[in-house]
């Protein structure tokens, strides 16, 4: 089973507009409303590949209410933590001239009793499924959350047996790296901040990868956005690269949500780490063009995966 883990979910608006101008006064064209937050992306990716992947999350108020709604539209289990503040909404305005701008908001603070609660719902789903699951903890921690509750929850889900896969940044990332996570998918910004030079290269990326599993992950994929990925299955293993495939996305926001899907699916399907990363750039690329973040067709997977090319940095230990 996948459990996707969201401390900060989200209701994701999207508008478009033929072009905005800072300042102006804008009619939009379409507004459309969708279940968001990392993890929920995440979950919705798994299940376009196939997959039942559940849901845990804290929600309050309408918003709240509307995103377990929408997941359980989708066919995703949801389950619900409720707290006493609003789940927040991400905007994402697309037009035609600059691209697409977001505004995500921070979400209203939680507080330690439901902190608390949240965990304790967590650690029974660990413990019900146990060695059959792959954890997935996706996005931010909402005002006042732990730095370490990352770090908490996926120690608690490796004494279920259960392994994790990892999404954050800043302190709450730095924090949860001690706990020794099997997978870590950071974006260059993300990595940059804690290895503290510039990834400015292939090779720079490869140093960045190793330190990053030096400082406790397991395996690490790290996101250079249009650049491409570079992954390392385990520490000495070889260092892959993986180019994005070349297309003009309609927007950018879940791709590496996507990905992450694409990496759990393909642990938990057995296949080797350059298959891992080709489907890993192959749902990234699928997001790119959807109809919202998340919203990825299994066809279009199939097909960018017979694009991607995975090329050898640097060859720790033996070919896979």
């Avoid at 691209?99 to 413990?127: H, M, N, W, Y």
């Avoid at 990595?191 to 030079?197: E, K, M, R």
């Avoid at 250079?224 to 293993?237: D, F, K, P």
Wanted: charge should be neutral.
């Amino acid at each position: 089973m996948f459990l996707c883990v969201s401390a900060n979910p989200a209701i994701d608006k999207r508008i478009t507009l033929p072009t905005l101008v800072p300042g102006g006064i804008h009619r939009a064209q379409t507004v459309r409303s969708f279940p968001g937050g990392k993890s929920t992306h995440v979950a919705m990716v798994l299940k376009a590949l196939g997959a039942q992947p559940h849901w845990i999350g804290m929600c309050g108020g309408a918003t709240g209410e509307q995103v377990v709604a929408g997941l359980r539209s989708l066919g995703i289990a949801p389950h619900s933590v409720p707290i006493g503040g609003q789940t927040r909404t991400n905007l994402e305005i697309v037009d035609d001239t600059s691209g697409v701008t977001e505004i995500r908001e921070p979400g209203d603070p939680v507080s330690s009793e439901e902190f608390a609660a949240f965990e304790r719902q967590c650690k029974k789903l660990f413990e019900k499924q146990g060695e059959s699951t792959l954890v997935i903890f996706s996005g931010s921690l909402p005002p006042g959350g732990p730095d370490d509750l990352y770090a908490r929850l996926i120690t608690s889900a490796r004494h279920s047996g259960c392994h994790t896969l990892l999404d954050s940044s800043g302190e709450a990332l730095r924090v949860a790296l001690s706990a020794r996570p099997d997978f870590v998918k950071p974006n260059r910004e993300e990595a940059v901040a804690l290895v503290n030079f510039a990834i400015d290269s292939n090779h720079a990326a490869a140093e960045a990868v190793q330190q990053l599993i030096a400082l406790g992950a397991r395996s690490v994929a790290l996101s250079l956005g249009s650049s491409g990925m570079v992954y390392a299955a385990r520490e000495n293993a070889q260092m892959l690269f993986a180019p994005a495939v070349s297309l003009r996305p309609r927007s950018t926001v879940g791709c590496g949500d996507a990905a992450v899907a694409g990496l759990a699916h393909s642990f938990c399907s057995g296949l080797a780490p350059a298959e891992a990363i080709r489907k890993a750039t192959a749902c990234a690329a699928a997001n790119c063009i959807a109809d919202s973040p998340g919203a990825v067709r299994a066809e279009l997977v199939r097909e960018f995966e017979a694009q991607v090319r995975v090329e050898i940095l640097l060859a720790h230990g033996p070919a896979e």
